[in-house]
């Protein structure tokens, strides 16, 4: 069974900061990865994916995050938070073997002017 | 491609209605997947669909819940008789593969 844990449910930047969204990932086989970003009153957008090659990942918008099997983790970073990133974030895991996406509960990322 | 395409996008109805959900998947697009987000469960997955058929339904919360695919074009999620704890947003989402699913825009339900 695969399972995430997004720490903290809220964050806020201010304009130009760097942004950690962070994401643990629990799974019995190896995993795939994902972010995804919701606008409002939108579906979720593919960020970006982990598929067990390279373990930092570059996505869309400046996002990149890196897969660390130790840790169990999968945070996303941005170097400089601009004010369209203000959105909500969701970390996702497949099983490789599966078809199913377990989504974490979101942050919420607000970016202060 | 005009990418995942839900109907309708808003739903208000009265309890102990019977309620229709209805999603155009992308073409070519092998899964199709059910989601319903919610404040308090965040988002869950009800039932994902391959090849037209029904893989796993443990998501399905109960018999008042039904879902099909007649068609790699087209899906139903029926809600009969809808209650106000149904409340959400269903999301549908298709995929080529595992690798990435893309999402419709939603269907927000009301139920009062």
């Known amino acids: 069974a695969q399972s995430v844990t997004q720490l903290g449910s809220h964050v806020s930047v201010s304009e130009g900061a760097l942004v950690l969204l962070r994401c643990n990932y629990s799974s019995s086989v190896p995993p795939y990865l994902f972010w995804y970003v919701q606008y409002p009153n939108q579906g979720l957008q593919l960020l970006l994916k982990?598929?067990?090659?390279?373990?930092l990942v570059k996505g869309i918008n400046g996002f990149e995050a890196e897969f660390k099997k130790s840790e169990t983790s999968f945070h996303l970073t941005k170097p400089s938070a601009h004010m369209s990133d203000a959105a909500e974030y969701f970390c996702a895991v497949s099983g490789k073997y599966g078809n199913k996406l377990v989504f974490g509960a979101g942050t919420i990322l607000r970016v202060k002017s | 491609d005009a990418g995942v395409i839900q109907s309708p996008r808003h739903e208000v109805t009265e309890m102990g209605q019977e309620v229709t959900l209805r999603c155009k998947p992308i073409s070519g697009h092998d899964y199709l997947f059910w989601y319903r987000q919610t404040m308090m469960r965040g988002l869950e997955l009800l039932i994902y669909f391959n090849n037209n058929v029904p893989i796993d339904d443990s998501g399905m919360p109960e018999d008042r819940f039904s879902a099909k695919m007649p068609n790699a074009s087209f899906s139903t999620l029926k809600i009969q008789p809808s209650e106000p704890r149904d409340s959400a947003v269903y999301f549908c989402a298709s995929s080529l593969d595992r690798l990435e699913a893309f999402f419709g825009q939603g269907t927000r339900l009301t139920v009062v």
């Open positions: 982990y598929t067990s090659a390279a373990t």
